[in-house]
């Protein structure tokens, strides 16, 4: 079993910022890629910033600039600055791992709600 969980979230109002958190638990060999989705009310899910082993970042072109995504060993977080209530949404944590019995997983946390007011 493998587990992820967030934490952060929350109510801040427009130009506020976030920090959400993700740690990955349990039979995990090696993780390649980490990465922070969000689905809003009526919408599809969608990537906003993911972070590979390695360090390479890619982020959705509406969070350029404003958020920041890291992580260490098997965890990831992301720092989210200049919020707008179009970044409102159910914020879920995704990580690519290999298991220890060497499976390729795509694992996903419950999520965490943001919500930003105006």
């Known amino acids: 079993q493998v587990q992820l969980v967030e934490s952060g979230g929350g109510l801040v109002q427009a130009g506020g910022s976030l920090r959400l958190s993700c740690a990955a638990s349990g039979i995990i060999f090696s993780i390649n890629a980490m990465g922070w989705y969000r689905q809003a009310p009526g919408k599809q899910r969608e990537l906003v910033a993911d972070?590979?082993?390695?360090?390479s970042t890619n982020y959705a072109d509406s969070v350029k600039g404003r958020f920041t995504i890291s992580n260490t060993k098997n965890t990831v977080s992301l720092q989210m600055n200049r919020l707008k209530p179009e970044d409102t949404a159910v914020y879920y944590c995704?990580?690519?791992?290999?298991?220890?019995?060497?499976?390729?997983?795509?694992?996903w946390g419950r999520g965490t709600q943001v919500t930003v007011s105006s």
């Open positions: 995704n990580a690519n791992l290999l298991t220890t019995g060497r499976s390729t997983v795509s694992s």
């Open positions: 972070i590979t082993r390695g360090g």
